[in-house]
C-alpha cells in the first residue's frame, strides 16, 4: 500500500469514528486499524527521510 492509499485509509477511519452510532466495540477495533495506519505510515516517512540524508551526504 502506498503512503497515500494508507493516508486515503486513515481519512476513512477518522471519518468512522467520527459517527456517533458506531458502537464501543467497533469503535476500539477501528481505532486500532487506525494506530497500526498510523504506524506504518510513520515507518515508511522515517525511511524516506533516512534516504534523504544520506543522499545529502554524499553531496
Given at each position: 500500500?502506498?503512503?497515500?492509499?494508507?493516508?486515503?485509509?486513515?481519512?476513512?477511519?477518522?471519518?468512522?469514528?467520527?459517527?456517533?452510532?458506531?458502537?464501543?466495540?467497533?469503535?476500539?477495533?477501528?481505532?486500532?486499524?487506525?494506530?497500526?495506519?498510523?504506524?506504518?505510515?510513520?515507518?515508511?516517512?522515517?525511511?524516506?527521510?533516512?534516504k534523504?540524508?544520506e543522499?545529502?551526504?554524499?553531496?
Open positions: 500500500m502506498t503512503l497515500e492509499e494508507t493516508f486515503a485509509k486513515i481519512d476513512e477511519v477518522m471519518e468512522k469514528l467520527s459517527d456517533d452510532s458506531l458502537p464501543l466495540e467497533e469503535s476500539f477495533t477501528v481505532y486500532k486499524e487506525g494506530m497500526e495506519l498510523l504506524g506504518n505510515c510513520q515507518k515508511t516517512i522515517d525511511e524516506i527521510e533516512k534523504v540524508e543522499l545529502n551526504n554524499d553531496t
